[in-house]
């Protein structure tokens, strides 16, 4: 059994910084791509950054240049460092990674943390 488990989550003040924590375990064998997606109140969950095994990267155009993802492949964690947060930051965030073990190659979802950028 995998388990996603996510950290660093809170309540920050606009233009403040957050750092999300995600750290995979279980019956792993390989993971290929991690990522994290958020999810505002009444709209589809979004990808905000991934980044593949060997370091490539991807970030939603509204999070360049204030978000940085990163990993640790011997410790199948990813972080997520976010600067400049906006207030359109606020959401849950979830951890994402694409692994395989035993019983094959799937997607695997952490519980989510949320995020509340406010005055």
């Known amino acids: 059994q995998v388990q996603l488990v996510e950290s660093g989550g809170g309540l920050v003040q606009p233009g403040g910084s957050l750092r999300l924590s995600c750290a995979a375990s279980?019956?792993?064998?390989?993971?290929?791509?991690m990522g994290w997606y958020r999810q505002a109140p009444g709209k589809q969950r979004e990808s905000v950054a991934t980044?593949?095994?060997?370091?490539?990267?991807n970030y939603a155009d509204s999070v360049k240049g204030r978000f940085t993802i990163s990993r640790d492949n011997a410790k199948s964690t990813v972080l997520l460092q976010m600067n400049s947060l906006k207030l359109e930051d606020t959401a849950v965030y979830y951890c994402?990674?694409?692994?395989?073990?035993?019983?094959?190659?799937?997607?695997?979802w952490g519980q989510g943390t949320q995020v509340t950028v406010s005055s």
């Open positions: 980044i593949t095994s060997d370091g490539r990267t």
């Open positions: 994402n990674a694409d692994l395989i073990n035993s019983a094959g190659r799937r997607d695997y």
């Open positions: 279980g019956s792993i064998w390989s993971v290929y791509v």
